[in-house]
Antibody
Framework: EVQLVESGGDLVRPGGSLRLSCAASGFTFTTSWMHWVRQVPGKGLVWVARINADGSSTSYADSAKGRFTISIDNAKNTVHLQMNSLRAEDTAVYYC???????????WGQGTLVTVSS | ENVLTQSPGTLSLSPGERATLSCRASQSFSSSYLAWYQQKPGQAPRLLIYAASSRATGIPDRFSGGGSGTDFTLTISRLEPEDFAVYYCQKYGSSPEWTFGQGTKVEFK
């Protein structure tokens, strides 16, 4: 059974940093793209970042470029999202998801809430 | 930027009725790149349809997808009580990027 478990969400002040983690199990981690998608409570889904299986290729939404870094630890089957220079508008539930065939998201974690507020 | 617009914003229906949800893109793209998700309150999204018309594992056959080019549709043939939720379409773009529509809420009439 595929499982994705996010952690690391917290209350952080504007300008601060946070590192989210996603522990994966139940599938061959080294052959999958992994993504972070966020959702402001009550609003829609927004893709944030993606990394390929060996970590050699990453992509970011414009809102994340230069502030967020996605990384992968294949030894621990874990994906991270390092978020720096956080803003109030980064407040959201952050979901980890597995890329299915590169074009869609076939499995999702339960999400972790990030709140940026003073 | 290829924007996805979903309509209607809210669909008020009764169990047993047919639901037809629309997803329209500002530019044409391959149907291989179009997916649909269901999200219930407090839950993560769930993949329903990929490549415009292929059902994901475990998805009942009352869910079907279709369309091509700029116009795509998700149809729920007969609504079950558990189908009342928010539905999102999503496309892949070559930048690469992944874009979602704003969602359609299917609510009890």
């Amino acid at each position: 059974e595929v499982q994705l478990v996010e952690s690391g969400g917290d209350l952080v002040r504007p300008g601060g940093s946070l590192r989210l983690s996603c522990a994966a199990s139940g599938f061959t981690f080294t052959t999958s793209w992994m993504h972070w998608v966020r959702q402001v409570p009550g609003k829609g889904l927004v893709w944030v970042a993606r990394i390929n299986a060996d970590g050699s290729s990453t992509s970011y939404a414009d809102s994340a470029k230069g502030r967020f870094t996605i990384s992968i630890d294949n030894a621990k089957n874990t994906v991270h999202l390092q978020m720096n220079s956080l803003r109030a508008e980064d407040t959201a539930v952050y979901y980890c998801s597995r890329g299915g065939s590169g074009y869609f998201f076939d499995y999702w974690g339960q999400g972790t809430l990030v709140t940026v507020s003073s | 930027e290829n924007v996805l617009t979903q309509s209607p914003g809210t669909l008020s229906l009764s169990p047993g009725e047919r639901a037809t949800l629309s997803c329209r893109a500002s530019q044409s793209f391959s149907s291989s790149y179009l997916a649909w998700y269901q999200q219930k309150p407090g839950q993560a999204p769930r993949l329903l349809i990929y490549a415009a018309s292929s059902r994901a594992t475990g998805i009942p056959d009352r869910f079907s997808g279709g369309g091509s080019g700029t116009d795509f549709t998700l149809t729920i043939s007969r609504l079950e009580p558990e189908d009342f939720a928010v539905y999102y379409c999503q496309k892949y773009g070559s930048s690469p990027e992944w874009t979602f529509g704003q969602g359609t809420k299917v609510e009890f009439k």
